[in-house]
T-cell receptor
Framework: DQQVKQNSPSLSVQEGRISILNCDYTNSMFDYFLWYKKYPAEGPTFLISISSIKDKNEDGRFTVFLNKSAKHLSLHIVPSQPGDSAVYFCAASGTGNQFYFGTGTSLTVIP | EPEVTQTPSHQVTQMGQEVILRCVPISNHLYFYWYRQILGQKVEFLVSFYNNEISEKSEIFDDQFSVERPDGSNFTLKIRSTKLEDSAMYFC?????????????FGPGTRLTVT
């Protein structure tokens, strides 16, 4: 039962352009969302989060947008840099400690 | 910067054998977690642990699994009798607070291969 979906397994973007990673969820009880970045041979690292009371959260080059009616969130990276090349996981949580992760999107930023 | 460490980085075992995956969380953290990621699939929550007991577990975490904090620094995941489908990356994480989920720090993972 995939409650969080990332439908694009991979994405390639030119350096300096915008990267847009998408995530959809099915559970309307989710109220907290996060993006994690993962490099090969490392654990996921927290990138940015958003709670359901907001529709946008910005941190430097990273912005997360939440559309509750569409049950959709997206991560924008602008400008994209080669060091951003990694796998990006979307995760969601409702009550409790349990997080539901998407399958990840592999981003390649081409110099 | 403090970090979560995990050993071994790669464990190969035969089906039916017991394995213990080890994690050293960040020293002042109180909440501990195990996740797994089967190759090509999503990261899945297994269990959370606080105050020497399981606080939450997923459906995956059945009687074959157990967790322990044996000595105040290590946090272990034991799989009693491994199955082929247990092959995955297992990530340990720790946090100071249970609700501050963006403060979960992940270890580099242990790749478990069951043959």
């Amino acid at each position: 039962d995939q409650q969080v979906k990332q439908n694009s397994p991979s994405l390639s973007v030119q350096e300096g352009r915008i990267s847009i990673l998408n995530c959809d969820y099915t559970n309307s009880m989710f109220d907290y969302f996060l993006w994690y970045k993962k490099y090969p041979a490392e654990g996921p690292t927290f990138l940015i989060s958003i709670s359901s009371i907001k529709d946008k959260n910005e941190d430097g080059r990273f912005t997360v947008f939440l559309n509750k009616s569409a049950k959709h969130l997206s991560l924008h990276i602008v400008p994209s840099q080669p060091g951003d090349s990694a796998v990006y996981f979307c995760a969601a949580s409702g009550t409790g400690n349990q997080f539901y992760f998407g399958t990840g999107t592999s981003l390649t930023v081409i110099p | 910067e403090p970090e979560v460490t995990q050993t071994p980085s790669h464990q190969v075992t035969q089906m039916g054998q017991e394995v213990i995956l080890r994690c050293v969380p960040i020293s002042n953290h109180l909440y501990f977690y195990w996740y797994r990621q089967i190759l090509g699939q999503k990261v899945e929550f297994l269990v959370s642990f606080y105050n020497n007991e399981i606080s939450e577990k997923s459906e995956i975490f059945d009687d074959q699994f157990s967790v322990e904090r044996p000595d105040g620094s290590n946090f272990t995941l034991k799989i009693r009798s491994t199955k082929l489908e247990d092959s995955a990356m297992y990530f340990c994480a720790s946090s100071e607070d249970s609700r501050e989920l963006d403060e979960q720090y992940f270890g580099p993972g242990t790749r478990l291969t069951v043959t």
